[in-house]
């Protein structure tokens, strides 16, 4: 680890007691975080972009895995200082953004191919999921931890409990790999929930043609109410009838028994209608 301390004593040096109200929950076992970075694949070209990254345990096993241009996104002024003292160690390969991921637009960091890295803050990982969901074009792929429950929804299938609005967007766009869960003890401090790191790799074209901000409304109406049938949920977007016979469906359907093309067709057919409203 090219001479730096091991990660309590950097934490115990700079006060780096874990934040509720930044979701922080720092992983400190350096095989799971070198696991993790070796779970993106080839990491010497392009940039590799790590949301709060703490202590720094994954920025190191980044780097030590062959990461030439790592890009740490970190709000917190302590840890943007432990950034630097690890940026001084690995001179000219990690850069260091200090500021909130939620404001940053990581599709323009770095280089391509940008892979995107992280240990999630918890309060925030869907938003961020969805940010990067939007821009999916521009990573070559994202290695991600969230709550075990999270990664359950984003690979659900139909007809399944844990299948939702987040399951049809994500699957809609990329294909979804879970690889292993994380203890909650190899946390500090230890979270409630056992964590799970999925890898999400973009696919060459959408399952289906849809706009994705229709397709975010088809869902959730649909979802918001999944214990409806089609007829009556999607009434808010408008002829819901209409729709649901444009998109080739049952209006007694209900939005688990629906999959990501069904959906999409639905995206169309929303916005084919909305479009002849205006003429």
Same mark, same amino acid.
């Given at each position: ?68 241009h ?20 690995? !001179?000219?390969? $990690? ?5 909130d991921? &939620? #404001?940053?637009?990581? +599709? %323009?960091?770095?280089?391509?191919? /940008? ?59 990329c ?28 696919? !060459?074209?959408? $399952?289906a043609?849809a706009?994705?901000?229709? &397709? #975010?409304?088809?869902? +959730? %109406?649909?979802?918001?109410?999944? /214990? ?52």
């Amino acid at each position: 680890m090219t001479g730096l301390p091991p990660l309590r004593e950097v934490i115990a040096a700079h006060g780096l007691a874990a934040r509720k109200s930044l979701g922080q929950h720092f992983l400190l076992d350096l095989n799971l975080t070198g696991r993790i970075a070796r779970s993106a694949g080839d990491l010497t070209e392009g940039s590799v972009i790590e949301i709060g990254p703490g202590p720094g345990g994954l920025t190191r096993a980044l780097l030590d895995a062959g990461a030439t241009h790592v890009v740490a996104v970190e709000r917190d002024d302590r840890a943007v200082v432990i950034q630097h003292e690890i940026a001084a160690a690995y !001179p000219g390969r $990690l850069e260091i953004i200090a500021a909130d991921a &939620l #404001e940053v637009d990581c +599709a %323009a960091l770095g280089s391509a191919p /940008r892979r995107v890295v992280a240990n999630l803050p918890y309060n925030i990982s869907t938003v961020l999921l969805l940010a990067f969901l939007r821009r999916i074009n521009a990573f070559e792929t994202l290695v991600l931890m969230f709550q075990k429950e999270v990664v359950d929804r984003l690979g659900a299938v139909p007809r399944s409990p844990d299948y939702g609005r987040l399951s049809v967007i994500t699957q809609w766009l990329c294909a979804v790999r879970p690889l292993f869960n994380v203890d909650r003890r190899a946390f500090t401090p230890p979270p409630t929930v056992t964590s799970t790191v999925v890898r999400l790799d973009p696919r !060459p074209e959408p $399952l289906a043609p849809a706009r994705f901000a229709t &397709l #975010e409304r088809v869902t +959730a %109406a649909a979802f918001g109410q999944r /214990r409806k049938m089609l007829r009556s949920s999607l009434k808010s977007l408008g002829d819901s009838e209409a729709l649901i016979d444009a998109a080739g469906l049952l209006p007694t359907a209900r939005a688990e028994e629906i999959d990501v093309a069904g959906f999409c067709a639905l995206a169309q057919a929303l916005d084919a209608a909305e479009a002849s409203a205006l003429r």
